[in-house]
């Protein structure tokens, strides 16, 4: 395999930075959910200071308590997520050939200490809460997808993926995938604004338009040109499944709003609904994130002439050559 200058790459994967990979995936997975449980309990407040907690970095058993227990156990995950960036970004550097590789793992540490000053600004400046919420999910989801590229370019199948093919005229899948990703990460964008009472439903209600019909558009591309593809065609039904629940989600947590007008906030199942929601569309978001990436690996544009795996020009592996 060689890279986009036709030098030689080694085409193993890094089976430990890829493990790593998932391990900060996951874990940024459950620093979402704690997120989301700070905003639902309306726990943002509940320590004054930052970035120490009531002056400490470890605070005492006296102080977890009510929804000190969300806001702190969010700000101890996101230290430890921090902390493996950190580790992913040194071993990325120092390990990878892949330039772009190196630079993608200096971006997520660089993402990582963006969103704890975001978050510090959020505790220093409560008066702006809802609009510095906005950047916070912003930078969050973004994170996540970086980490989920770094898990996707690690592992095994994207060293040994299939022959590349061209890519249609009409519709091009890898702009219509592009382009689902970016409407996804909008949509999280302005649901966060939502909940943080920036914006109202009717963006939120429009995203969920725009990003259905370019999920549904994409994955229906995917199974008429490469159903007996499963390198496509897996994320693309793992998407559409994604969807479906993350549709039924938010018009559950939306009903329960609606129902619950006037009533003590907060209380279930408002808080669940809320969260798996915010959990599905993270979910969602990195599936489509390595749908893309897929794409825009085995598929070229049409009459890209580029450099294959032997150094010979051709048709056909223009994009496997500007992926590594």
């Known amino acids: 395999m060689i890279d986009q200058k036709g030098t030689p790459v080694n085409g193993r994967p890094n089976v430990g930075l890829h493990r790593l990979a998932i391990i900060l995936s996951c874990m940024t997975g459950v620093l979402l959910v704690a997120g989301a449980l700070v905003t639902s309990n309306e726990a943002g407040d509940s320590v004054p200071d930052w970035p120490v907690s009531f002056g400490r970095w470890l605070i005492s058993s006296d102080n977890f308590k009510a929804n000190v227990r969300y806001e702190y156990s969010h700000r101890f995950i996101a230290g430890v997520v921090g902390v493996t960036t950190l580790l992913l970004a040194v071993w990325t550097y120092f390990s990878e050939r892949r330039s772009w590789m190196r630079k993608l793992g200096l971006i997520a540490f660089a993402g990582v200490v963006a969103q704890a000053g975001i978050g510090g600004l959020r505790v220093l400046f409560p008066e702006y809460k809802a609009l510095i919420a906005v950047p916070h999910a912003l930078v969050a989801q973004s994170f996540f997808a970086v980490v989920i590229a770094v898990a996707v370019f690690t592992s095994r199948s994207w060293w040994s993926a ?31 604004g939502f909940r ?22 994409t994955v229906a591309v995917v199974m008429q040109r490469h159903k007996r593809e499963d390198y496509l065609a897996r994320p693309g039904k793992l998407a559409v499944a994604l969807l479906v629940v993350q549709l039924g989600l938010g018009v559950a947590a939306y009903l329960a709003r609606l129902g619950s007008v006037g009533d003590p906030q907060p209380l279930e199942p408002m808080i669940s609904l809320t969260v798996a929601h915010l959990v599905v569309g993270g979910l969602t978001l990195a599936t489509m994130v390595v749908l893309a990436l897929r794409c825009y690996q085995v598929l070229a544009p049409q009459g890209e002439q580029v450099i294959d795996g032997v150094g010979a020009r051709g048709l056909q592996t223009s994009a496997r050559g500007a992926a590594v």
């Open 162 to 192: 299939p022959e590349v093919k061209a890519d249609a005229v009409s519709l091009p899948l890898r702009r219509l995938a592009g382009a689902a990703v970016g409407a996804v990460l909008i949509q999280l964008v302005l649901g966060a």
């Open 196 to 217: 943080h009472q920036a914006f109202g439903i009717i963006p939120h209600i429009a995203g969920a338009l725009v990003v259905t019909l370019l999920i549904v558009s």
